[in-house]
């Protein structure tokens, strides 16, 4: 239950999220979650990075993560165009962050910038 939000070079099949039982995701500070996206590529590209923001109020705020390189996430480089990936990662919840809700939204973009997969999940961040 997640939301495809626009990708040009790919298409997702499955998002998943874990642990998150339920909607939103209650992330716990100090706690790392496991992201794992299968995707179809519609391009070749030699490499891929990941880009995560929280959004707040239509607004886009970077969200660090410790590997943003795809290559090293559990896909195979380069990207074939026709094959399916498996893209895996942790999104660490810092004990610094505030306790809010918010959308997290996680982008993987080719070596051209462009988008191979977008999604957002509705989270609530808490102690």
């Known amino acids: 239950r997640f939301f495809r939000a626009g990708s040009v070079d790919g298409s997702i099949q499955e998002v998943n999220v874990s642990p998150?039982?339920?909607?939103?995701?209650?992330?716990?500070?100090?706690?790392?979650?496991?992201i794992n996206v299968t995707f179809a590529s519609?391009?070749?590209?030699?490499?891929?990075?990941?880009?995560?923001?929280?959004?707040?109020?239509?607004?886009?705020?970077?969200?660090?993560?410790?590997?943003?390189?795809?290559?090293?996430?559990?896909?195979?480089c380069p990207i074939q165009k026709g094959h399916s990936y498996s893209y895996l990662n942790k999104l660490p919840v810092k004990s610094e962050y505030p306790s809010i809700k918010l959308i997290v939204k996680w982008e993987l973009v080719d070596d051209q910038d462009q988008m191979l997969f977008c999604w957002k999940i509705p989270v609530q961040i808490t102690s």
């Open 20 to 34: 998150c039982p339920t909607q939103p995701c209650l992330l716990h500070k100090g706690t790392s979650y496991s």
């Open 42 to 76: 519609k391009i070749e590209s030699q490499g891929s990075k990941a880009r995560v923001y929280g959004e707040m109020l239509h607004v886009d705020i970077p969200f660090p993560i410790p590997e943003p390189d795809g290559c090293k996430s559990g896909i195979q």
